[in-house]
């Protein structure tokens, strides 16, 4: 009940924030990350809020409620630290090595890493029913996942979505429950 209430909350900010920037003449599309622009790293956060146009968001939308309520279900906390590295993660990562003179924002980049957290984690953590939705989830969303890592696509960001991708990944490990961490140990 707590992660779907989380996950409408969150996704009722994004329209309201996407509300607010259509409504100020697109004010809050400066949000977004310019590489290597020391002053832009304040937007590395703000970044993954951010969307450009309601097309944009509402693409966004239904990948992000389902992932995130499905890595919402392992705990609040839990989800709330893979989301916060994710985030930094993509964020720092297109900063780094986007194309200059770009603006990149929006939720894709955690879409990618929240898909790359739920395809691992059960394997990491060793639990069948993890394993289950990973494989479910490569399923349904593993065509769109690689068309969206690939730098044909103008105007999409592939660096965004590689990068949530590798940091989901690497929340998994990094924030694997404790039972896996001792089974991994011995």
Same mark, same amino acid.
């Given at each position: 009940?707590?992660?779907?209430?989380?996950?409408?909350? @969150?996704?009722?900010?994004? @329209?309201?924030?996407?509300?607010?920037?259509?409504?100020?003449?697109?004010?809050?599309?400066?949000?977004?990350?310019?590489?290597?622009?020391?002053?832009?790293?304040?937007? %590395?956060?703000?970044?993954?809020?951010?969307? +450009?146009? +309601?097309?944009?968001?509402?693409?966004?939308?239904?990948?992000?409620?389902?992932?995130?309520?499905?890595?919402?279900?392992?705990?609040? !906390?839990? +989800?709330?630290?893979?989301?916060?590295? /994710? %985030?930094?993660?993509?964020?720092?990562?297109?900063?780094?090595?986007?194309?200059?003179?770009?603006?990149?924002?929006?939720?894709?980049?955690?879409?990618?890493?929240?898909? =790359? +957290?739920?395809?691992?984690?059960?394997?990491?953590?060793? !639990?069948? @029913?993890?394993?289950?939705? =990973?494989?479910?989830?490569?399923? /349904?969303?593993?065509?769109?996942?690689?068309?969206?890592?690939?730098?044909?696509?103008?105007?999409?960001? @592939?660096?965004?979505?590689?990068?949530?991708?590798?940091?989901?990944?690497?929340?998994?490990?990094?924030?694997?429950? !404790?039972?896996?961490?001792?089974?991994?140990?011995?």
């Amino acid at each position: 009940m707590a992660a779907g209430k989380l996950m409408l909350a @969150w996704i009722a900010l994004l @329209w309201l924030l996407e509300v607010v920037d259509v409504l100020s003449g697109h004010a809050l599309d400066g949000l977004g990350v310019t590489p290597r622009t020391p002053s832009e790293l304040v937007d %590395v956060v703000p970044s993954a809020f951010i969307h +450009f146009g +309601f097309a944009h968001l509402a693409a966004n939308t239904v990948p992000l409620l389902v992932l995130g309520f499905l890595a919402a279900l392992a705990g609040l !906390r839990r +989800f709330l630290l893979v989301c916060a590295l /994710i %985030v930094l993660v993509d964020g720092l990562g297109v900063w780094l090595i986007a194309p200059a003179h770009t603006n990149t924002a929006g939720a894709s980049g955690l879409i990618f890493g929240l898909f =790359g +957290f739920l395809l691992v984690s059960g394997f990491v953590e060793r !639990r069948p @029913w993890g394993v289950l939705v =990973g494989i479910l989830i490569a399923a /349904i969303w593993g065509g769109s996942i690689l068309a969206g890592l690939a730098p044909t696509q103008t105007g999409v960001s @592939w660096q965004g979505h590689l990068l949530g991708l590798l940091a989901g990944v690497a929340a998994a490990f990094v924030f694997r429950r !404790r039972a896996a961490r001792r089974a991994l140990a011995s």
